[in-house]
């Protein structure tokens, strides 16, 4: 098993963006508005639409109980008749972004996520799904991939998807353990799951992937340990071997279960004994918290180095372009970030009036392009090339925690670039902090980022 000094992980375990982009969400200069935005997505897509096609992400964002440990945007309810008017406005949201293109795009795949993607009927997904899809051209090389629930994903969600071209299917496990459900209230019976797991295979998809979470409450290496040999029965094609965020002042339910927590020396150990018994499962890391057996397309994109990384995860899609559709959903067209209103009700009005829902963007510029450029290669290859000028323009404090790190053996640089080692690879987001531009002055704790390790 690897294992981290206890100086460094006290030193390094720091409150850290996860680089989903650059400059992270908090950190958008909010210098865009929505002519700028729809110029913007007019540009990405003469330039890249053609050959790269569209990314969508549809956040659905009802559930009907609330998990406690859930960071995401997210509204519980039992009422059902939420369904339609959000659908209705998604719909919308994409009729207007099809204005913009002014030509039939080409979708390079669709992701649902939530909140819980199955709290909507089949018949709802089926209405949104069709509308989208018939307004577009698939890509042959298209992945449509959805967030499922084992405990309300039927075989009529999982048939209706198929049906409609989704090939992988998310299941949210997070642990197996009893006592953890009970604690984060996440309640779904291994065989619940196992169904659910079987359904899809039974029916055709190429790939059922697990959502796991070490740092929970009542967790230890033993419960893990049996976490995985639950796990290891129904062999899921990729694994999110997530840390948990404790953030409670954003999401005060947290705190229900606060003194059940793992130190930090016991969360960090929950996931190096969780890498080994992947390693011994046959799963391969692919990068931060992900893995994925061998002949997985993400693993022969790692071995590549064509692996790309946006707000959805790591993904072999080059794509980019990827529209956000759905409250507080973020869309990323190269050139600039926009993300839509938390607040549903406002989401739906602000739809209803044909206005974009944006309730912040960033505008990217050179720098910022060039840094994202650098600081995804880090993530998905652990390896970056720089030219002499951004080699000479880092400044002294940089350079000096740089060196500081090659010192520890966790990275080694030159004039040409920089790669991380394999001691390295648990701190990567400090080390991409060293470029991250806009935070150099600014504290990063006060931004609620979950810690780095």
């Given amino acids: 098993m690897t294992t981290i000094s206890p100086k460094l992980l006290q030193k390094y375990n720091v409150p850290a963006p996860r680089y989903t982009s650059y400059p992270t969400v908090p950190l958008w200069s909010d210098d865009l508005s929505e002519n700028g935005w729809i110029s913007l997505v007019q540009k990405a897509f003469e330039d890249f639409g053609e050959s790269e096609g569209v990314t969508l992400y549809i956040h659905l964002p009802y559930c009907e109980s609330l998990c406690t440990y859930c960071g995401c945007n997210k509204r519980i309810t039992k009422n059902h008749k939420v369904e339609t008017p959000y659908i209705t406005s998604i719909m919308n949201e994409w009729e207007a972004y099809l204005k913009i293109f002014d030509d039939r795009p080409k979708l390079a795949g669709i992701h649902l996520g939530g909140g819980t993607p199955t709290f909507f009927s089949p018949e709802s997904l089926k209405e949104m799904l069709s509308f989208i899809i018939g307004s577009a051209e698939v890509m042959p090389e298209a992945e449509l991939s959805f967030e499922g629930h084992p405990n309300n994903t039927t075989r009529e969600h999982l048939q209706t998807l198929f049906d409609l071209g989704f090939r992988r299917v998310s299941y949210g496990i997070q642990d197996f353990n009893e006592e953890v459900q009970k604690a984060i209230h996440r309640i779904q019976p291994f065989e619940r799951v196992k169904e659910a797991t079987d359904v899809a295979r039974e029916i055709g998809y190429d790939s059922v992937n697990f959502d796991l979470i070490y740092g929970l409450p009542h967790q230890t290496l033993e419960t893990i340990k049996a976490t995985f040999k639950k796990v290891a029965k129904l062999k899921p094609d990729r694994i999110a071997f997530y840390s948990y965020a404790h953030l409670p002042a954003a999401f005060p339910a947290q705190r ?60 072999t899609s080059p794509s980019k372009i990827l529209i956000g559709l759905g409250n507080s959903s973020i869309s990323d067209v190269y050139y600039a970030y926009a993300q839509n209103t938390k607040e549903i009700d406002l989401y739906k009005e602000q739809i209803s009036l044909k206005h974009f829902a944006i309730s912040k963007g960033h505008r990217m510029s050179k720098e910022d392009i060039k840094t994202r450029h650098l600081i995804l290669n880090l993530i998905c290859n652990q390896v970056a090339e720089w030219d002499f000028c951004y080699y000479s323009l880092l400044g002294k404090k940089n350079w000096d925690r740089l060196k500081v790190f090659k010192e520890e053996g966790l990275i080694e640089f030159d004039s040409k670039g920089i790669e991380i080692l394999p001691a390295g690879l648990p701190f990567i987001r400090n080390i991409c902090m060293v470029f991250d531009l806009s935070m150099q002055e600014k504290e990063s704790a006060k931004f609620g980022f979950s810690r780095s390790i």
């Fill in 256 to 315: 229900s279960f606060e003194k059940f927590l793992p130190l930090e020396s016991e969360k960090r150990a929950l996931y190096e004994g969780g890498k080994v018994l992947l390693s011994e499962m046959g799963y391969f890391e692919i990068g931060m918290d992900h893995f994925a057996l061998p002949n997985d397309p993400l693993n022969k994109a790692k071995e590549n180095k064509t692996l790309h990384r946006n707000f959805m995860g790591y993904t």
